[in-house]
């Protein structure tokens, strides 16, 4: 089995020093990976060793085929056959599947979310604006990205469902390798830090409703967008 590349051996690193549990199950596992795929740390086409995964996580190699498998459905990783486990390179088609999903889930969680006034998880909604605004005043567009994707899990948390929370782990972990196929990172994310920011103004306001209805009208702006981009690429 060849070495893993440095970005894979920092992820692993990353893996290990965020681990608490001795034996995660293959759902616990799933999980720190996408965090790894989400955040940026594993990027399209890495390559993810079995053994090396489970000497990062003090797992079996069992237990980590298992979450391997479960994130290959999920489309979040791809198997090669006598190559290996490999993070999956995103197509037009997913971009579409995702944002169906999302345009589902995210003004759903603020229409009907129960945690819709919650102080708290607004508070996290504000911070990740505020994080995005100061990322992009260092020129940080990685930064600026990663606020996206916490500014939209804060989002779902809204909702107060655990399982709709995992479940937009998944599609979060699937358009950070979309974004990385982008050709512009600047020129995507810096247009929607103002409606974020609309968007976080709107909740602290009480107006659900007009904050779903523009978060669904931006969710449609961005996967067109995203559309328009990969069919250039």
Do not use: C, K
């Not at 069992?62 to 197509?91: H, K």
């Not at 919650?118 to 990685?142: M, Y």
């Not at 909702?159 to 974004?179: C, D, H, I, K, Q």
């Amino acid at each position: 089995m060849s070495e893993p590349n440095v970005a894979v051996q920092d992820a692993l690193a990353s893996l290990s020093a965020s681990s608490t549990v001795v034996v995660p199950a293959p759902e616990r596992v799933a999980d720190r990976i996408r965090v790894e795929v989400a955040e940026a740390r594993l990027g399209v086409g890495a390559r993810l060793p079995e053994q090396a995964l489970g000497e990062a996580l003090q797992v079996s190699r069992n237990t980590v085929r298992e979450a391997l498998s479960q994130l290959v459905a999920e489309r979040v990783l791809v198997r090669i056959p006598n190559r290996g486990v490999f993070v999956a390179r995103p197509e037009a088609d997913d971009i579409r599947d995702v944002y169906s999903a999302r345009l589902v889930i995210e003004p759903g969680a603020v229409r009907y979310g129960e945690r819709v006034a919650d102080p708290a998880v607004l508070a996290a909604v504000r911070g990740a604006v505020e994080e995005g605004r100061a990322a992009a005043a260092t020129g940080d567009w990685t930064g600026v990205a990663a606020a996206n994707q916490h500014f939209h899990r804060a989002i779902v948390t809204l909702a107060g469902s655990p399982r709709l929370e995992r479940e937009m782990g998944r599609l979060l972990a699937e358009m950070r390798l979309v974004f990385q196929r982008m050709p512009g990172i600047r020129e995507f994310h810096e247009p929607y830090l103002a409606r974020n920011g609309e968007i976080a103004t709107l909740l602290s306001e009480g107006a659900a409703e007009r904050a779903a209805d523009e978060l669904a009208r931006y969710l449609v702006t961005a996967r067109d967008q995203l559309l328009g981009a990969y069919a250039r690429i």
